[in-house]
Structures are given as structure tokens and as C-alpha cells.
């Protein structure tokens, strides 16, 4: 029976192959979209998997308040707190700091760099480490010993096995031995690691780390089978107040299942994260589904007279209701089914450029049960929702009148069917507007005023005596003309780095309660990152004579009170400094807010990172050849490592760049599947009314007039379209931007521009088989039996 509605559906299928060509192509992208958004979901939820147990895993992350606002920074515990937490709460049965490093590796001649963590025991009993050589129980016994991946195993050493108790040499003067290899973490871990060193080896002649005023540390903890988080967490607030006497600052936990997606904070409690893009891309690949289902529809319900004999043969001859609608539903999910083939293909061909945009490694993996289970239910789902209406609505002529030849009353299928075309262009609508809004929002926070300049600048780790030689590769590079300043900072430039609050100031009043920004730099750091200096004198070469002198930001030296900020004091914890400099404000941390004041102090010795202000005239690639050999000349054994500023300033602004480009692809595929609607009801349209434009063509009317007639009324259509479009999408965008500070305001004409976009993509559409229909020979057209 079933194999008897599939062969009439495929006839079906085949005798009208042009309009089920538009109704498998369009199917096919819904498919497509929804897959491939599934495959990038799927990843995003199973970030973390290599954590034991993610319902008892909690890292700690620290609430402080500063001028009333309660603001949430990781890798911001002090180093006693997780051994206190495991002492003093029951509930807490394993707790490690984590501290990330880089690590120069030397082994047979041979060096990389690699990113790793000091951490403790308890560590590995939290993440379900797969230990190829070695135990967990036994990794940490030894100060020096070392745990490394297997990936970095096979860089290391030729033949990466039996490679327990050999010795590595790094940052070529420390020596650790293996004491485990490990299975490789999957990609999609958000505290990765390539080795683990014990804690000890970081905290070794540093009294501070022992200081619960020092926030430097990752605190992690795991909690015992069935500990309630709620009563927990209420217990780890109280720690750090019992312990600093500061009811302003508390200890929080935050859920190993949270880190990824839920890891946005606001006034202290989580407030989404990756989370809402992963709801929103899901709601928008429905969408997309939804509309490829109304072509579906439309097309069907549009050709209702031609299928309305075949409806009366079929009931005379004793078909029922509830058969003819079985046998539309199966040319529908035939429908379906071939698009899912073609979806396949479509799929095979673009993951690895949607790998590329996303910066994922997702596969199709038709051999995973999940991935083949879900394809067949996006199918069947396609299927149905497709073929539903179009089923009833045909089942439901009268074959006596069919048969007679009386027109088909399809008032109510028309209305349907026009609210559908109205829906499709609202939707792309939307897609264009927001395509638009958030580029626009991406744009406007990258083109503002940095205080800094980006342009030309690279940044360079601090490694091996890059410190002690930082004037000789100074001069040397700048003899080349390639590079024309050089400094050193103990921060990222574009991160929040050290800071603390406690401060007391001349002209200052509630001074303690401000966070300041700590940046311990060199005499030419201003000069090469482009920092102006407003006020006074920037540091000397010697830094004996600023040893008690600091520079400072204008938004510290308004904090200061009127007059000029030069000369006044600062008690920075127990020493007293004096101001010599002011510069100008200048952005770090959050790119879409307002950054902390800073204070510059001449300390080349806590250096991490070096600048250099490179001359555009020449090549990147030869300068970045002469840094790398003047480097090797003073720094030997170190690989050359390097970022332009720019670049990473960019990449401040991944999401926001992703969901600019995955708006504009849905836009595309959206408008795409409409206009493939409007191309088949265009094309109908000028079918069944051939014959009225025989007569006009006769009667004198022009091309362009029956242009217009067949046009108007899809004009009005997409008109409405927008009408409906406009204020959902502003409502939509408006919502979004107030998750930024600093934002845009949104514009009249990018809905003008939204909706003359629509209207042209819709004559384009439309006048195809408009003219078509126009320039034919008439005769043709009022030929009849």
C-alpha cells in the first residue's frame, strides 16, 4: 500500500519537475541551515566534557564592589583560599589553584613554547584525565615533576613513548621529569592546558601568594555526592569577609556546566553568555525551516486547479479523505526526502568554509546514530509541516464540482496563502535590519577613539633577557629604519592586568574605594603605543630616578580634585609616590565600556610583553625577518613569537563578528528562499492569467503595463512585509544594543534602506516571469480548444 502512494507521489513529483525543483531546492537549504546550526550547537554544548563530574565542579570566581557597582573577576582568588574552603566546609572535598604560564620546553637540541598550569593534586581528580603513562595518584609527588599531553609529547620527542622519568629542561635552566602523559583534552575545553607543574614550583620564594590580599589564582573545587549548591555557595561567600575583615568582597562558585555558555556577570549573578547565541541561532534556524515549508505550501495550495481533477477522479472512483490526504503527505515527505539528499551534498561542501567562520572543527559524521537521527527528524519534521495544509486543503474539494469544471472557490486558500508571502519577507526583513544594526555596532566600537594607536604595533612575550638587553635591541632595530620605538609593560595592552584599590591620594576623598589599573613599564612604552602625555614629563632612562615617581591616567587626576594632578602624593600600600606625568585615558579591558584609571611605574623587571612601533614603509614580512634575527642574536633558544595589536583587538569582537556574518548568511537564505516562492507563484500567476494578457497585448496594452499588473500585487505584499517587519526588528535590535555601553542609535534610513532592498529584490523576482509572460506571442495565449 505505502509503496503504492510513493510511486504515484514520485509521478507526481516528476510530471510537475520544475515546481518540485523549487520546492526540493528550497527545502534543501532549510535542511541545510538547520543541520549545520545543530552541528555548531551540539558543539557548544558539550563543552567540558573532560570534567569528571560538572554537577560537582565549581570554579571560583570573586565579587568585589568598587563605587557601589559589584563587579565579578576570575583568576582572581588569593592563594590560601581553596586550601581554607576544603578545611572549613565539609561539603568541599577537593579544591586546587590554577595558575596559567608559558613554558619554554628544550629537549635534543630542540625548543617550543607551550601553554600549561601550575596547579595541585586535587586537580586531577577533577578532570577525567586518561593517563597513558603514570597515574594520577602518584603525578604530584614530586616537586619536579611534570604531566604532559600526548600531543606535546610528540612534538618533544621523536619517539613519544616509554617516556616516563625523562627529563625536560625549561625556560633552559629549570629540569622537570615526566611523571605522566595524558590522552590530548578535547578542542572544546575551556581550561585547557598542554602540561601541569604542582602549584609549588610558582609559589617558591613569593611570600605574597601566601597573602589573602593577593588575587593572582584560579580557585577550583569539587564538591561531595549530593551537597546542595545553594547551602555551599552560602557558606564560600562567607570566607573571604571572615578572612579580610572586607564585606565587599566574596567568594562565589560557578558551575563547571556554566563556564562556557552561562559566563557573563552583572551585579554578581550570571546573566547569560554564549548561551543566548546559541538560543538565538537555534530560533533563526527554525525560522529558516519554517519559511522553506511555506514555499512549500504556497507552491501546493497556489496549484490547487490543476490538482483538483485528479482530487475528483479519485474520490469517485472511492478514494477517501483520509487517503487522499496520506497520499499528498507522502509526496511531501518524498519532497522532503530528496532535499535531505541534496542537503547532504550542500553540507559536504560548505562545513569546511563554515569551519572557517566559526573557528570549529564540526563534521557531518552520518555514521554518529545522533547526527543520522536528527537529519531523519528535521526530515520528517520538514515533511509534515510542509505537507500538512496542502494535504487538507486538496482533500477537501468536491468532485462533483470539480468534474463539472466549476473554478475553484479559494478565497480562504488565498488569504493563507498571501499571509504566508507576507510572513517569508517579514522574517528576511528582520535578517536585512539586523544585518545592518550590528555591523554597524561592530564598526562603530572598533572605529573609536582608543587613546592608543593600534596601527603598526606588535607585541612580543618577554622571555630569556629580553629585559636585561632591551636597550641594545632598542638601538640595534631602530638602525634599521624598520622599527622606530621599543617598550615594555608588565600587561597585556588590551587587558585589565594588575590592579587593587586601598589607595590614598592628595585632593582625594573615598579614594580606597576605587579600582586602579597597575601598568610597570619602561621609559619608551608611552611613546611606542601611542599614549599622549598631557601633563608634565614621561619616564627617564634611569630608573633609579623614578623610582618613587608615577604617571598617571586623566581620569586619576580628576579623581584628585581641582588644579594640577603634578606633585601631588599617592600612598600606594605603605610607599609613597609622587605624580610627574599625566596622559591621556585610553582603552583596555572592556572594549564596549569605560576603563579604570591607571598609574605607570618605571619597573622593567616585571615585564611580560614588548612593544615595537614598526615603520610602514616596508614590508611586514621583511621587518618581522629583521625582529626575529635581532632577537635570535640576544635571545637564542627562544622561538620568535609575535601579534599584531590590531589583530588581536579584532578578535575582541569575535561574537559580535560571527553573528554579523551568520546574520547576513541567514539573511541571504532567507531572502533566497522567498524569492524562490515568488519565482513559482510568479510564474503560476502568469500562467493562469495568460489568456486576460492575450487580450491586453491585443487591445494595445505595453510590456511595461502588464509588468505592472502582474507585479502590484506581490509590491503590496512586500509592503506590508515591511510594515510589520520594521518595528519587530527595531524592537529586536533595540533589546540587543542595550547589552553594550558604548552603542549606536538606530537609524531611520537603515529601515528605509531594509525595506527599498526588499522591494527591489522582489521586482527582480516577479518581472522575470512578468516579461515573459508579456512579450508572448498572443495568439498563442487566446488559442483554445
Not at 613569593?206 to 590580599?213: E, I, L
Amino acid at each position: 500500500m505505502l509503496k503504492n502512494y510513493f510511486k504515484i507521489a514520485f509521478r507526481n513529483l516528476w510530471k510537475n519537475k520544475g515546481y518540485s525543483a523549487l520546492n526540493i531546492f528550497g527545502l534543501a537549504i532549510g535542511i541545510t541551515c538547520a543541520s549545520i546550526i545543530l552541528l555548531w550547537v551540539e558543539d557548544e554544548m558539550s563543552y567540558d566534557t573532560v570534567v569528571a563530574d560538572q554537577e560537582r565542579v565549581y570554579s571560583v570566581p570573586t565579587n568585589q564592589v568598587y563605587e557601589g557597582q559589584t563587579r565579578t573577576f576570575f583568576q582572581a582568588t588569593p592563594g590560601p583560599l581553596g586550601a581554607d574552603l576544603k578545611a572549613e566546609i565539609p561539603e568541599i572535598t577537593s579544591a586546587a589553584r590554577f595558575r596559567n604560564a608559558d613554558f619554554l620546553f628544550s629537549v635534543n637540541n630542540s625548543s617550543v613554547v607551550s601553554s600549561g598550569s601550575y596547579t595541585d593534586a586535587d586537580f586531577l581528580d577533577m578532570y577525567n584525565l586518561k593517563f597513558i603513562e603514570g597515574n594520577a595518584s602518584e603525578a604530584f609527588k614530586s616537586k619536579d615533576g611534570i604531566v604532559i599531553t600526548q600531543e606535546l609529547a610528540q612534538i618533544l620527542f621523536e619517539n613519544p613513548n616509554n617516556l616516563y622519568g625523562q627529563s625536560v629542561q625549561i625556560n633552559q635552566k629549570e629540569h622537570f621529569k615526566i611523571t605522566g602523559v595524558i590522552e590530548n583534552l578535547p578542542k572544546n575545553t575551556t581550561y585547557g592546558f598542554s602540561w601541569l607543574v604542582p602549584f609549588e614550583n610558582f609559589t617558591q620564594d613569593k611570600p605574597w601568594t601566601q597573602d589573602y590580599g593577593s588575587n593572582f589564582t584560579d580557585t577550583f573545587v569539587m564538591l561531595a555526592p549530593g551537597a546542595d549548591f545553594n547551602t555551599v555557595n552560602a557558606k564560600v561567600k562567607q570566607v573571604l569577609p571572615a578572612k579580610t575583615d572586607d564585606a565587599d568582597t566574596q567568594a562565589i562558585l560557578h558551575a563547571a556546566k556554566d563556564w562556557h555558555l552561562r559566563s557573563d556577570f552583572k551585579n554578581g549573578e550570571v546573566v547569560g553568555g554564549r548561551i543566548e547565541y546559541v538560543r538565538l541561532f537555534s530560533f533563526v534556524a527554525l525560522i529558516i525551516l519554517i519559511i522553506a515549508c511555506i514555499n512549500f505550501m504556497n507552491l501546493s495550495t497556489a496549484r490547487s486547479e490543476k490538482r483538483a481533477n485528479e482530487v475528483g477522479v479519485r474520490k469517485t472512483l472511492g478514494s477517501d479523505k483520509k487517503q487522499l490526504i496520506l497520499q499528498f503527505i507522502t509526496e511531501a515527505m518524498l519532497t522532503a526526502l530528496l532535499a535531505a539528499v541534496l542537503s547532504v551534498l550542500v553540507l559536504l561542501l560548505i562545513i569546511p568554509a563554515f569551519n572557517g567562520l566559526i573557528g570549529k572543527q564540526l563534521s557531518l559524521g552520518l555514521t554518529v546514530p545522533s547526527h543520522l537521527i536528527s537529519l531523519l527528524g528535521i526530515t520528517l519534521t520538514c515533511g509534515i509541516l510542509a505537507g500538512l495544509y496542502p494535504a487538507f486543503y486538496l482533500s477537501s474539494f468536491k468532485p462533483i464540482a470539480v468534474l463539472k469544471g466549476n473554478r475553484i472557490q479559494s478565497k480562504g486558500a488565498g488569504f493563507v496563502r498571501k499571509g504566508l508571502v507576507i510572513t517569508q519577507f517579514a522574517v528576511s526583513i528582520v535578517f536585512i535590519i539586523s544585518t545592518l544594526l550590528v555591523y554597524q555596532q561592530v564598526q562603530h566600537v572598533k572605529n573609536r577613539d582608543l587613546g592608543l594607536n593600534k596601527e603598526n604595533l606588535i607585541e612580543i612575550p618577554v622571555n630569556g633577557d629580553l629585559i636585561k638587553d632591551r636597550n641594545a635591541i632598542a638601538e640595534s632595530l631602530k638602525n634599521t629604519g624598520m622599527v622606530s620605538s621599543l617598550g615594555l609593560s608588565n600587561s597585556n595592552i588590551m587587558s585589565a592586568g594588575n590592579n587593587g584599590s586601598g589607595l590614598r591620594w592628595q585632593g582625594g576623598t573615598d579614594t580606597e574605594d576605587v579600582l586602579v589599573s597597575f601598568r610597570y613599564v619602561t621609559d619608551g612604552y608611552l611613546e611606542t603605543t601611542g599614549i599622549k602625555i598631557l601633563e608634565g614629563r614621561g619616564f627617564s632612562t634611569s630608573v633609579a630616578q623614578d623610582s618613587t615617581h608615577v604617571l598617571i591616567t586623566e581620569s586619576f587626576a580628576k579623581l584628585m580634585g581641582a588644579g594640577s594632578a603634578l606633585g601631588k602624593t599617592i600612598d600606594w600600600f605603605g610607599d609613597t609616590v609622587t605624580v610627574v606625568g599625566v596622559t591621556n585615558d585610553y582603552l583596555y579591558g572592556d572594549m564596549y565600556g569605560t576603563s579604570d584609571p591607571v598609574m605607570f611605574f618605571n619597573f622593567p623587571s616585571e615585564a611580560q610583553y614588548m612593544y615595537l612601533r614598526t615603520n610602514p614603509n616596508y614590508p611586514a614580512d621583511e621587518i618581522l625577518s629583521t625582529i626575529e634575527q635581532t632577537l635570535k642574536t640576544y635571545n637564542p633558544g627562544y622561538p620568535f613569537e609575535y601579534e599584531f595589536v590590531d589583530a588581536a583587538f579584532d578578535r575582541r569582537f569575535k561574537n559580535e563578528q560571527l553573528m554579523g556574518s551568520l546574520s547576513q548568511i541567514f539573511a541571504a537564505l532567507s531572502i533566497l528562499i522567498s524569492c524562490l516562492g515568488l519565482f513559482g507563484l510568479s510564474a503560476y500567476t502568469a500562467q493562469q492569467r495568460r489568456k486576460e494578457i492575450g487580450v491586453r497585448k491585443v487591445l494595445g496594452s505595453s510590456v511595461a503595463g502588464i509588468v505592472r499588473l502582474l507585479s502590484k500585487d506581490f509590491i503590496v505584499l512586500v509592503l506590508v512585509s515591511i510594515v510589520i517587519a520594521v518595528p519587530l526588528a527595531w524592537y529586536i535590535m533595540y533589546n540587543w544594543l542595550q547589552g553594550f555601553a558604548y552603542r549606536i542609535s538606530i537609524n531611520v534610513w537603515v529601515f528605509v534602506v531594509a525595506g527599498i532592498a526588499a522591494i527591489g529584490i522582489v521586482l527582480l523576482t516577479v518581472s522575470f516571469q512578468a516579461i515573459k509572460a508579456a512579450i508572448a506571442n498572443p495568439v498563442k495565449s487566446l488559442r483554445t480548444e
